[in-house]
């Protein structure tokens, strides 16, 4: 397989850039950290929403917690006072931060980049960028797989938007068809991939290899028992149904099915895994970030199996293939096109037919009988793309090919 060379040092562009992001994450946290150890670029990041970092619940894991994870440490951030009444990213009125054009006036920006637009303090944010003539750059995951063209309304709309900002970063083949096909143009568009915290997924870590046989131990795993992984929230969006029913059809012999997370689902789930033998499917809790790389060194597959149209990449995907885990996903995960080649690393079935995901389940751990070292090997080059150097680097070529302004 042909891996990219690791990407070129990082030039600093000149630009003062502002960051516009509506709160805290496990994903990009890190990556603004790597940023500001590793590159000269001066930027700040504004954050309109505080989840994540304050202990809240979520109605879709049906728990509540904070990142376990430090969010904050190591780059310049600032929290813009958030006045909506219902806070959050699950509607337009969600983030609503009216002194967010002030605050972004303050410090001053040559450049501003938006992760997504469809929130009142992100337009309002925009048009003031757009006043000032700053250089706009945007950031963000959604394709058509599964979905469909959108009606031309809205088509005309996005183009209108899309149409105000200097460059795109683009995290994979599948987002940037869906740019493409609302009329940016190729000269807009930087790769920069969608990745992970690779210190955090560390396959040699100690303590992840201790964590993970502990956790097999607690399961009476024995040594050869092949395991399936779920990780995420037991939502009939990502199908945990489906698979549960698709793992009891093919009767794997030494083989186990382990759920990862709490949801609507879950009781469901556990009481139509009476029917396997004992053994054989398994459910542990919500785990947090520092949590997880145990539950992927469980793992010889990791499998999701999503059929909603929110899947946009798909991280847990990244997280897994770090610790050398192929994946098997469906053809709506947006990670599909560029990490899970079929037969390589990983597995594509076709969300909405359980017979397909079926008949990938069994051929997956056939191959993986056949020639597990080999597609671990295949997994582990895959990945080596998909770092924070790698995501810097299309930033870094986005921001080179917009001009600096001259600030009064």
Not at 152 to 179: E, P
Not at 186 to 214: C, G, I, N, Q, W
């Amino acid at each position: 397989m042909n891996v990219p060379p690791p990407p070129a040092p990082l030039v600093a562009p000149g630009h003062r850039l502002a960051i516009v992001l509506s709160h805290p994450t496990q994903y990009y946290s890190p990556w603004f950290r790597w940023l500001g150890a590793n590159t000269p670029l001066e930027f700040r990041v504004f954050y309109l929403w505080e989840f994540g970092v304050n202990t809240r619940r979520d109605p879709q894991f049906e728990t509540s917690f904070k990142w376990d994870v430090d969010l904050l440490s190591g780059y310049d951030s600032e929290f813009v006072p958030n006045v909506a009444a219902d806070p959050g990213t699950h509607h337009f009125g969600g983030l609503k931060n009216p002194t967010l054009p002030a605050r972004l006036a303050a410090w001053r920006p040559t450049a501003v980049l938006f992760f997504g637009y469809n929130w009142a303090a992100h337009l309002r944010g925009i048009l003031w960028a757009r006043g000032r003539r700053l250089p706009l750059l945007f950031r963000g995951d959604s394709h058509f797989l599964g979905r469909g063209t959108p009606p031309l309304r809205t088509r005309i709309l996005l183009r209108l938007l899309y149409a105000q900002f200097a460059a795109f970063l683009f995290v994979g083949a599948a987002n940037r068809d869906y740019f493409r096909r609302l009329g940016v143009p190729e000269r807009k568009l930087f790769f920069s991939p969608h990745s992970v915290d690779d210190t955090l997924y560390d396959a040699s870590a100690p303590r992840h290899r201790a964590a993970a046989t502990a956790l097999r131990a607690q399961l009476g795993l024995a040594s050869g028992t092949r395991v399936i992984l779920f990780a995420g929230k037991l939502v009939a969006a990502k199908q945990p149904r489906e698979l549960l029913d698709a793992f009891l059809a093919i009767g794997a012999p030494d083989t186990a099915l382990v759920f990862v997370g709490d949801g609507a689902e879950k009781s469901a789930l556990v009481a139509a895994a009476d029917a396997a033998p004992a053994g054989r499917v398994h459910f542990l809790p919500f785990a947090n970030q520092s949590e997880m790389p145990a539950r992927y060194l469980l793992a010889d597959l990791f499998v999701l199996p999503s059929r909603g149209e929110y899947e946009t990449w798909g991280l847990a995907v990244n997280e897994a293939m770090h610790l050398g885990v192929p994946a098997l996903v469906s053809d709506r995960v947006g990670c599909q096109q560029d990490l899970v080649i079929p037969g390589e690393t990983g597995w594509v079935f076709a969300a909405t037919s359980p017979d397909d995901l079926r008949r990938q389940l069994a051929t997956a751990l056939a191959a993986l009988d056949r020639d597990g070292e080999k597609i671990r090997a295949a997994v582990s080059a895959r990945i080596r793309r998909y770092t924070y150097a790698a995501t810097s680097a299309g930033l870094f070529a986005a921001l080179q090919s917009v001009p600096v302004p001259t600030r009064a």
